[in-house]
């Protein structure tokens, strides 16, 4: 079985771009959550998507934005970036929303760099 | 609201030698406690989890946790480490308050050496 796959694994991009990031599941999990990861702030929770649904946001300025889709596969965009945007973007997947199962299964990550 | 404190940056331990990674927590209601380990360029991986029952958690590559209500504690133990044990762990809580989301610790960073 596949695991969680994040697409692409490395961005370069310069201040004020704007930057799509893919997240595939494994096979037949409905949910799918986000989180940014910082050396100083460790993982900041981002948001949580559920059956095409946005069910939990973070606190995170609305710059941040995803979707997903009908095949659970989910993306997150991030407009106007800044250098403090840098970060690893990680994806978790489970059978249903956080909450009623209790394992995270998690991506590799996209490493986000913002010069 | 929830939360999860790691007061370690990082442990230093002998091969062989039994580790401990600290972990306290603070929540409103029963506490939903995790352990999730992160190797170098890969995501994080399920160690164990308290829900309810036994203070002794045992999980995955050997570790277990012991959660102690009194102390507010939920630390990872391993009674002989390797080498290939050192990454960063990560303690989570389950905040029921905010959608069931996991929240996180700053990490630990655990070197294990020869």
């Known amino acids: 079985k596949a695991g969680v796959t994040q697409t692409p694994r490395y961005l370069i991009k310069t201040r004020g771009q704007q930057v799509t990031l893919s997240c595939s599941p494994i096979?037949?999990?409905?949910?799918v959550s986000w989180y940014q990861q910082t050396p100083g702030q460790g993982l900041q929770f981002l948001f949580e998507y559920f059956s095409e649904t946005q069910r939990n946001k973070g606190n995170f300025p609305g710059r941040f934005s995803g979707r997903q889709f009908s095949n659970s596969r989910s993306e997150m965009n991030v407009s106007t970036l800044e250098l403090g945007d840098s970060a690893l973007y990680l994806c978790?997947?489970?059978?249903?929303?956080?909450?009623?199962?209790?394992?995270?299964?998690f991506g590799s990550g996209t490493q986000l760099s913002v010069l | 609201a929830q939360s999860v404190a790691q007061p370690e940056d990082q442990v230093n331990v002998a091969e062989g030698n039994p580790l401990t990674v600290k972990c306290t927590y603070s929540?409103?209601?029963?506490?939903?406690l995790f352990w999730y380990v992160q190797y170098p360029n890969r995501g994080l991986q399920f160690l164990l989890k308290y829900i309810t029952g036994d203070n002794l958690v045992k999980g995955s590559y050997g570790f277990e946790a012991e959660f102690n209500k009194s102390q507010t504690s939920f630390h990872l133990k391993k009674p002989s480490a390797l080498v290939s044990d050192s990454a960063l762990y990560f303690c989570?809580?389950?905040?029921?308050?905010?959608?069931?989301?996991?929240?996180f610790g700053q990490g630990t960073e655990l070197s294990v050496k020869p």
């Open positions: 978790a997947s489970s059978l249903v929303q956080q909450g009623l199962d209790e394992k995270l299964f």
């Open positions: 096979s037949g999990h409905r949910s």
């Open positions: 929540v409103s209601g029963n506490p939903y």
């Open positions: 989570a809580v389950r905040d029921d308050n905010q959608g069931g989301k996991l929240i």
